[in-house]
């Protein structure tokens, strides 16, 4: 089945420590996203890639990198967990960048629900 | 600042139907979205207006008026299966999408 794949599903993780959560799409989409969704706050776009070989910084960046090596994963990466980043992450992606007109619909993993202690 | 506003929680009967409103400032327009998401689910693509006026989709209608920064979800003949939490997202002028914080749809039999 077509779609994004995310991983862990869940992790409890001690402060301090580093963390990659992966994510991987057989789409063949050109653009990909990582999302936090926080308890009465929206969606907020942590970091995005419009193409492979492309990184870019989306609202709150601080504390989380990402890389895109290839068109398919994209990984997000915690340098030092700090319990402020408990939260459940989303990966998604879509045909084009957001940046293009259209519909351009964003399809999203089941993702990554973090615990940092 | 960006903002985008959306009631907390709403409460419907089966069968009936339900208006879920968004009201949005943002710098720019270029698009709003819908977003469906069940508990401990990924959010799923529902609607997307960029001109003023209703788009239908089977039980499910999007309207939007940007002159009034404003759209609405319309689900009919409302199913156990629509609980859900419903996502309002506006594509500014950055081309960058802004979310609500979501409305939760609890539907009673």
């Known amino acids: 089945i077509a779609g994004i794949t995310q991983a862990p599903t869940s992790q409890i993780l001690a402060a301090g420590r580093r963390m990659t959560l992966r994510c991987t799409q057989d789409?063949?989409?050109?653009?990909m996203y990582w999302y936090r969704q926080d308890l009465g706050l929206g969606l907020r776009l942590i970091h995005y890639?419009?193409?492979?070989?492309?990184?870019g910084k989306g609202e709150v960046p601080d504390g989380y990198s990402v890389s895109r090596a290839n068109t398919d994963d994209f990984p997000l990466t915690l340098a030092s967990a700090v319990p402020s980043q408990t939260s459940v992450y989303f990966c998604?992606?879509?045909?084009?960048?957001?940046?293009?007109?259209?519909?351009?619909?964003?399809?999203f993993g089941a993702g990554s629900r973090l615990t940092v202690l | 600042g960006q903002n985008i506003d959306q009631p907390t929680e709403m409460t419907a009967t089966e069968g009936a139907i339900v208006q879920i409103n968004c009201t949005y400032q943002t710098s720019g327009f270029n698009g709003l979205f819908w977003y469906q998401q069940h508990a401990g689910e990924a959010p799923t693509f529902l609607s997307y207006?960029?001109l003023d006026g209703l788009e239908e989709k089977g039980r499910f209608s999007s309207f939007l008026s940007r002159s009034k920064g404003y759209s609405y979800l319309l689900l009919k003949e409302l199913q156990m299966k629509d609980s859900a939490s419903y996502l309002c997202?506006?594509?500014?002028?950055?081309?960058?999408?802004?979310w609500g914080a979501g409305t939760k749809l609890i539907i009673k039999p």
């Open positions: 998604a992606s879509s045909d084009s960048p957001t940046g293009l007109s259209g519909a351009n619909v964003l399809t």
């Open positions: 789409m063949r989409h050109n653009a």
């Open positions: 207006n960029v």
């Open positions: 997202a506006v594509r500014d002028s950055n081309y960058q999408l802004i």
């Open positions: 890639s419009n193409t492979a070989g492309t990184t």
